[in-house]
């Protein structure tokens, strides 16, 4: 995953949708996941009933696989285990489809117990379809064992998973009491802490980075090195702990929601949340990422008045749209701040700290 180097990633090829933000979005997501996508396919449908795409796509993926000498297939939409399997076959690799990718990229990313717990329980719904479909095939004289379904022991069937579904929900029940004690934890630290959330590729984590790196707190305490998504930094000498998150992802299936929202866990626990958009999309795209934003946010419960709207990219917007796309975030009430940073070229970054500043020396919070 993340921590090998670049060249040891995976070949890839990523199959999409053609919309811009669906193949950023599924190219991010890959990414993060640590596979190198080499080429991108796009086609419009991508929920043909055999393939997922059309045969004769999929002849022609299957071509690239060969010439590219690609060991893996990301196909960026929720594949039926027979579809997967299928495609599978023709192709002769691993074909990681939406779902799968997500819950790649959760289990890397969950960091407490309870989290953990949860991406396991969404990984057993997500075999239990494909160990069904397995033996399916397997009745009709086929062999499921390569590639499509997955590598599983082939003493993993059905009631093992339901027996460790039982074990992990019973386990999840008193991690969650474990979690009541774990915030009072965090409040006695009384260091602040500023949780990223926002879609992916807006640009949080190069704004994590920016941040963390260029203010770094040097001292040897215990905070200086929380978890790699979590660090801590000065401003103006005081220490706070900044997290970055996975994000917001689109489409997600409803069974994943649980896995989600606790991979998100730390915006539960942040002071300031830093809600970052992406302003160099298109107008419409910014006004239905940030609508969906905060929905995801009103939907986890959290108060909107820890949330200060940073408009990242801007260096990639021309001076004279800046006005137009600021006036059409009017729909940000409730927020009570907005800044517009690049957090590529570090630009407005001494204000967005100031901010962050005014925001922990308010006396209501602290
Ligand atoms: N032009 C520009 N690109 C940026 C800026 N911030 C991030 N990016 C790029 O946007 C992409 C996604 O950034 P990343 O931090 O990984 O997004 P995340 O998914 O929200 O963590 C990367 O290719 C970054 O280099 C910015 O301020 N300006
Ligand atoms: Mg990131």
């Known amino acids: 995953m993340t921590f090998t180097k670049r060249e040891e990633w995976k070949k890839t090829i990523l199959i999409a949708y053609p919309s811009k933000f669906a193949v950023s979005e599924a190219l991010s997501l890959a990414e993060s996941a640590g596979y190198n996508v080499i080429r991108t396919v796009s086609q419009k449908n991508i929920t043909r009933s055999k393939f997922g795409i059309g ?11 060969s010439n590219l000498e690609i060991d893996t297939i990301i196909f960026d939409e929720m594949l039926k285990p027979s579809q997967q399997y299928n495609l599978a076959r023709l192709c002769k690799v691993e074909i ?3 779902e799968k990718l997500i819950l790649e990229i959760f289990l890397e990313r969950a960091t407490t117990n309870e989290s953990k717990i949860q991406v396991k329980l ?4 997500y075999d239990i379809v494909r160990v069904k479909e397995k033996t399916r095939l397997a009745k009709l004289g086929e062999q499921p064992g390569f590639y499509g379904l997955g590598k599983y022991d082939a003493d993993i069937h059905l ?3 339901k027996r460790r579904t039982t074990l992990l929900k019973k386990k ?3 991690e969650e ?3 009541a004690l774990h915030r009072v934890q965090r409040l006695n630290n009384k260091l602040p802490l500023i949780a ?3 879609y992916t590729s807006a640009g949080k984590t190069t704004l994590f980075n920016l941040l963390s790196e260029e203010k770094k707190d040097t001292s040897k305490s215990v905070f200086t090195t929380l978890t790699t998504y979590t660090r801590s930094f000065l401003i103006k000498d005081r220490k706070v702990l900044i ?5 917001f992802i689109s489409r997600l299936p409803p069974y994943m929601i649980e896995a989600f929202k606790s991979t998100l866990s730390e915006l539960n626990y942040a002071d300031i949340i830093l809600l970052v958009i992406d302003v160099s999309e298109d107008s419409l795209v910014i006004r239905k990422k940030l609508k969906s934003s905060l929905e995801i946010l009103s939907r986890l419960e959290l108060p909107l008045d820890k949330c200060i709207l940073v408009l990242n990219k801007i260096d990639r917007v021309k001076s004279n749209e800046i006005k137009d796309k600021l006036n059409d975030l009017v729909i940000t009430r409730g927020m009570s701040q907005v800044v517009s940073i690049s957090a590529e070229l570090g630009y407005n970054i001494p204000r967005l700290m100031e901010i962050i500043e005014n925001r922990i020396n308010d006396p209501q919070i602290y």
């Open 55 to 65: 045969k004769g796509k999929a002849e022609e993926v299957k071509e690239i696989v």
């Open 96 to 98: 990681i489809d939406r």
């Open 122 to 125: 969404a990984q057993l719904k």
């Open 159 to 161: 009631l093992d998973i």
């Open 172 to 174: 999840l029940k008193s």
């Open 177 to 179: 009491r474990k979690r």
């Open 196 to 198: 990223l959330a926002g």
């Open 243 to 247: 997290s970055d998150t996975i994000g």
